[in-house]
Nanobody, 120 residues
């Protein structure tokens, strides 16, 4: 069994910052890419940022320059530092990991989500 547990969400004023964490645990052989998605009320889930096992990063245009994704491979943890937050960043944020539970057993796993609310 594999679990991804997120933390760090909350309520913040516009212009403020939050740092999300997502720790993967369980029967993990190796982790490839990890990422963050978000889903606002009434909208589809959208990809926000991704990071490869080697540390290469990508972001959706709307968060470039404000959000930073990073990971600690020793801790199987991915982070999302969110600065200059805007009300439109309000959403449930989910972490995602593409990982192997055995040398040839690959799967995609999701966290339970953490609420981020940005007040204007």
């Amino acid at each position: 069994q594999v679990q991804l547990v997120e933390s760090g969400g909350g309520l913040v004023q516009a212009g403020g910052s939050l740092r999300l964490s997502c720790a993967a645990s369980g029967s993990i052989f190796s982790i490839n890419a990890m990422g963050w998605y978000r889903q606002a009320p009434g909208k589809q889930r959208e990809w926000v940022a991704g990071i490869t096992s080697g540390g290469s990063t990508n972001y959706v245009d709307s968060v470039k320059g404000r959000f930073t994704i990073s990971r600690d491979n020793a801790k199987n943890t991915v982070y999302l530092q969110m600065n200059s937050l805007k009300p439109e960043d309000t959403a449930v944020y989910y972490c995602n990991a593409n990982l192997f539970t055995a040398p040839t057993a690959k799967g995609v796993y999701w966290g339970q989500g953490t609420q981020v609310t940005v007040s204007s």
